[in-house]
């Protein structure tokens, strides 16, 4: 069939993966052009929803974004979410079967919108509350927006998990509220921080220091905190105060080790306590219908390793077939799991732009989806699901809304007050 000149890429997700994706996709495919989809009014992903608010120099990585959103050969297609998640009820949603009608390739960079559960009696109790949510609460993400954490019941936190993001938490509980309320926190979260009595945190894990997934540079910026210590490793049973058995590891100098329970219990008080074992991404609800494949032990898309969706097969002689899905492709924590700066997710998302660009150079001998047709991305999709009514939002509205933060910022001395709510972000725009 004859081959057609311009690739169109549909993009699902607006965070660094898509981004940089994105960036990368248009500089190595000639005349390509890139729909991007994003569940929220907002771009971003958790460079705004994650990045703790006392980091505000992480977030510059969102001048290189808006230079990739100035390109003509770019489309933001904000506050429409792609596989009917019921997650983002506010938004419009739109199906991914109508996407895949419309392009010649789809990265699907949608991230983690879930986290692992430690699977405890009395996980659900008051003031047990996941990382997860505290963090978009504090940072304004609209899921989150009436979490109301109650921090006045007890002095002393507790926090399972030993990764960056529990450190994230921490800090955010000790901080000088005085000092937290130039960043662009949540209001809400200020005045809640405001009134907090938590006064001492316990960060638990079950292995020891060698094991423990924080970095340095986040370790010892907590260091100037007094009231924070990592107690010897330890593991979660159940929740009253909170109850842990003691641990050994297999191999304490081992980065590798287990660790096995010991018998021996200890117990700490605490008035609140959060869950902070890593976030998870989930498959769209449309991937079983449609035979796209992914990986829920791992809780990735399934793909070779450079992005390209395809998944393995025993088959019934013993030897192994790959399933190809011409055409998908994934990069970021739906890709690789949810680990790794935002450093990392750029050459994650590098190396699967430069598997679409080998492959597009390469087309007539790989497939692609819409195979030698021209196809009409977002315009098409549009007309097919009759969405023209929704309110969808484009990167000029995007910057209404931006610079409408940044205005109520700058009437209380910080640098964004964001809205936390999606009603309030398309009320901006009339
Ligand atoms: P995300 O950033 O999560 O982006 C995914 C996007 O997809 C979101 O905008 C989401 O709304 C959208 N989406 C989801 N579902 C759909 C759908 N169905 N349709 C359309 N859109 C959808 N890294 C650093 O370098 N420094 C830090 O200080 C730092 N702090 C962090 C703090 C926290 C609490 C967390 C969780 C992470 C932090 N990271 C930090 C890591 C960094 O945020 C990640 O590496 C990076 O954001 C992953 O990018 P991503 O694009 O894969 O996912």
Redesign the pocket.
Known sequence: PPVPAQCRVAV????????YTAHRAMAKIPGAKVDM????PV??????????PD?PE?KNCQERFEEVASSPDFTFIGN????S?SD?LDGS?ISLASILRHYHAVVF?????KDRTLGIPGEDLDGVYS??AF?GWYNGLPEYADLAPDLTQGDEAVIIGQG??AL?VARMLLEDVDVLRKSDIAAHAVETLAKSRIKRVHIVGRRGPMQAAFTIKEIRELMKFPSAFLPASSLPTRLSAAEFERTTLSSPFDPNAYALGAGATAQLPCAVAFRSIG?KSTP?PEFADLGIPFDDRRGVMSNDGHGRVQHEERARDGLSVLGSFPGLYC?????RG?T??????MQD?FDTADAMAGDWAARGEVPFLNEGREVDGWEGVRGEQGVAGARVVSWEEWRRIDGAERERGREVGKEREKFVRTAEMLAVLG
């Open positions: 699902i997700g607006s965070g660094p993966a898509g981004f989809y994003e569940a929220l771009p971003f992903g958790l460079v705004r929803f994650g990045v703790a980091h992480v429409v979410s792609v596989g998640r983002h949603s960079a949608y991230g983690a919108s990382a997860r963090v960056n993001v994230d976030y769209l990069a970021g924590w739906v890709k949810p790794g700066v935002i450093a990392s997710t998302a």
